[in-house]
């Protein structure tokens, strides 16, 4: 009784912070990949944030492409690293290897949440202050144009409504449905 006590505010906190962190470090990835403004205050936050364990990576790790590997691997370390300490703190009978293999849904999952909430983020805003300049808003627009633009070529804008965001929210909630299951059994997952 004491360890389960104890316990679950422990996984809470390792669930916060090291998904806070996480989180960061995708930020960073996804506004390189979509070339998200670089001088926004934002960009330069997470720029911040992230370097100090992203640059020693990045001597050993070099990018492929145009994508920043440091930080897909930095991520699924950290993922894994957090999963393992649940493991450790939640006294699951798992082997802490099996951490590595349940960290990428996880990521795949966290990535998709990205994009599905800055979207729904983004047409709050539309509704509450339309037009108005942000650098949080900024950067969100620079993350979604990517999945919106063929959206709305798709579905073009009538009388004033744009249907592009809801349709995009749709196609990751499938794609999170169709995806995540067969991945989370793929690789043994616990965690759903």
Known sequence: MGGSYLSNPAIFLIQVLFGAYILIVMMRFLLQLTRADFYNPVSQFVVKATSPLL???RRIIPGVGGLD???LVLMWLLQSLELALIIIVGGMGASLVSALA???PELVNLALNVFLF???IQVIISWINPGSYNPVLSLIN???EPLLRPARRLIPPFS????SPMVVMIGI???????LPPLRMLTGSPFH
């Open 160 to 163: 004033g409504l744009d249907l």
């Open 102 to 104: 349940w960290a990428v």
């Open 69 to 71: 590997v440091a930080a």
């Open 118 to 120: 800055a979207i729904l």
């Open 173 to 179: 909630t499938l794609l999170k449905m169709l995806l």
């Open 142 to 144: 620079s993350l979604t």
């Open 55 to 57: 640059n020693p990576l």
